[in-house]
C-alpha cells in the first residue's frame, strides 16, 4: 500500500494516518509546466506504449523532499522538452501506480527505457543538471541498444492475444460452470471476474490488461484477491445466472454477498487500485506477535514495509491486568491501520536487551515504542504517551515525513534471544530456598566471627 510506505531516508508513504492533512496540501504540478500529470489512466498510454525515454516521479504532495525536488524536476523537464519526456504521478493519490512498480518512498525516480515493463531505478542527483545529465546518459544507452539490434521502446502489444503485458495470463483463472462455485462463491478470497466474449473488440483490449493487472494483484495481495474471466459464449449457466448482456462485464464477488458491478476504469492501474482496495476493506487486522526468536522478527519485519515493536514493563510491575491492557491499545491501533500491512510485535523490559540497546532505549522508561524499516535500517521513537491518541499523534508524524529517525544501531538487526512466551500470568517472585537452621547454635560460629 502501496503504503507504501516508507523509506525513513526520505518520506513515509501516508494513507490513512496522514489523510486529512494530505487533503489540504496541493499537487506539485500544473498544466502550465512541462511535467506531464500521470495517472492511472493515461499511464499506459503515455508511457508504456511510447517508444520515447520517460523519467518518472513518484511523489506525495505533503513529502518535503518531494517539495524541494519540484523545482529542479520542472527545470529539467524544461530543458530536456522534445528530448526526453518527464511526468509525474502523485503515488499518494494513485497508490496503484506506485505499488505496480515498488515505490516505498517518496521521491522516487524511474527511468522507463527500452523495456518499459522493467524501469530503472534513477540513481543520481536531485538538481536539475544532474537530473537532465541521468536523462541524456540513459538517452545514449537506449540510442545504443536500438543500434546494437536490440528492440527499443515498449514490450508491450495491445493484441488480445498472446503479446507481452507485462503480466502472465496464467495469473487469470480460467473460470467455468462447472468450477464457478467452487472457486469463487465457496472462497473467502475477493474474486474480480470478466465475463467475454472472444470475438469481442473490448475484451480483446482489455485482456493484457487483465493479465497484468492479475500478476501485480496476485503479488500485492499474496493471492487473497483472485481474478477470473469467464468465456460467456461457452458457459452460458453462469453467465445467464449474473444476467450477463454485454461484454466485457466485469463483476465483484465477496462471499456471501450479492456480486455488485465492477464500475472503474479498464487500464492495469484501474483494475490494480480497486483490487488493492477491495483487499484492505476485507483484510483481517494484523497479528500482534510476541519476539520469541529471530525467526518472529525476521519474518514479521522483511514481510511488512515498517514494524510497529514495543517493550512492555516487566510482568512484576504491571501484572497481567497492566500487560493486557497496553496489549489492547497495540491490538485497536493495528486494527486502526490495518490497510498499511505493518508488523506488529512486542517484548517484555529485559528480554531482548540488544534490541533494547540498537534502540536506544536501554532500560528505563517502559512502555516504549520504535517503528523500525528494516531495509533501510533506520528507526523511530515514540516520545509521546503509550496510548492510542500518543501512538497514532507518533505515526502521523512519520507519515507527514515530520519525525525523527536514527540509524539501528550498527546499521544490522541485533541479536534476537530465543525466550519462553508469557503465559498470560501474573508475575511471581523467584523462589528463595529455605534452609533449617533449628540445630544450628550460635557457638559454632564464634571462630569464624
Known amino acids: 500500500m502501496l503504503l507504501l510506505l516508507s523509506s525513513f531516508s526520505s518520506c513515509f508513504v501516508s494513507g490513512v494516518l496522514g489523510c486529512s492533512l494530505v487533503l489540504a496540501v496541493q499537487a506539485l504540478y500544473s498544466a502550465s509546466d512541462d511535467v506531464i500529470e500521470l495517472t492511472p489512466s493515461n499511464f499506459n498510454r503515455e508511457v508504456i506504449q511510447s517508444d520515447s525515454l520517460w523519467l518518472v516521479e513518484f511523489y506525495a504532495p505533503w513529502c518535503g523532499h518531494c517539495r524541494n525536488l519540484a523545482p529542479d524536476w520542472k527545470k529539467a523537464a524544461t530543458a530536456l522538452k522534445g528530448i526526453v519526456k518527464v511526468g509525474a504521478v502523485d503515488a499518494d493519490q494513485h497508490k496503484s501506480l506506485g505499488g505496480q512498480y515498488g515505490v516505498r518512498g517518496f521521491p522516487t525516480i524511474k527511468i522507463f527505457g527500452a523495456n518499459k515493463n522493467k524501469p530503472e531505478e534513477y540513481q543520481g542527483g536531485r538538481s536539475s543538471q544532474a537530473i537532465v545529465d541521468g536523462a541524456m546518459n540513459a538517452l545514449r544507452n537506449l540510442v545504443k541498444e536500438r543500434l546494437s539490434g536490440r528492440s527499443g521502446g ?106 455488485e458491478d465492477y464500475q472503474g476504469g479498464r487500464t492495469r492501474g484501474d483494475i490494480i487500485e480497486k483490487a488493492l482496495d477491495l483487499f484492505s476493506d476485507n483484510a483481517p487486522p494484523p497479528e500482534l506477535l510476541e519476539i520469541l526468536s529471530e525467526d518472529v522478527l525476521k519474518k514479521t519485519c522483511e514481510d511488512s514495509q515498517l514494524c510497529i515493536i514495543a517493550v512492555l514493563p516487566h510482568i512484576l510491575d504491571t501484572g497481567a491486568a497492566g500487560r493486557n491492557s497496553y496489549l489492547d491499545v497495540m491490538v485497536k491501533m493495528a486494527e486502526k491501520y490495518k490497510k498499511k500491512m505493518w508488523g506488529w510485535l512486542w517484548t517484555e523490559a529485559g528480554a531482548q536487551m540488544e534490541l533494547e540497546s540498537s534502540l536506544g532505549i536501554g532500560g528505563f522508561g517502559y512502555p516504549a515504542m520504535a517503528a523500525i524499516n528494516t531495509r533501510k535500517m533506520k528507526f523511530a521513537l515514540l516520545r509521546g504517551s503509550f496510548s492510542e491518541t500518543g501512538i497514532h499523534e507518533f505515526l502521523r508524524e512519520l507519515s507527514v515525513g515530520r519525525g525523527s529517525t536514527a540509524t539501528l544501531g550498527g546499521g544490522v538487526m541485533p541479536k534476537i534471544h530465543t525466550v519462553e512466551p508469557w503465559d498470560g500470568k501474573d508475575g511471581q517472585l523467584p523462589v528463595e530456598e529455605d534452609y533449617d537452621l533449628s540445630d544450628v547454635e550460635l557457638d559454632d560460629f564464634k571462630d569464624e566471627l
Open 154 to 259: 515498449s514490450d508491450y502489444k495491445q493484441s488480445g492475444g498472446s503479446g507481452s503485458s507485462g503480466g502472465n495470463k496464467k495469473d487469470v483463472v480460467e473460470l467455468t460452470d462447472d468450477n464457478f462455485d467452487k472457486m469463487v462463491l465457496d472462497s473467502d478470497d475477493v474474486w474480480l471476474v470478466e465475463f467475454f466474449a472472444p470475438w469481442c473488440g473490448h475484451c480483446k483490449n482489455l485482456e493484457p490488461e487483465w493479465a497484468a493487472a492479475a500478476t501485480a494483484v496476485k503479488e500485492q495481495t499474496k493471492g487473497k484477491v483472485r481474478l477470473g474471466a469467464v468465456d460467456a459464449t461457452v458457459h452460458q449457466a453462469v453467465s445467464g445466472r449474473y444476467g450477463i448482456r454485454g461484454f466485457p462485464t466485469i463483476k465483484i464477488f465477496r462471499k456471501g454477498e450479492e456480486p
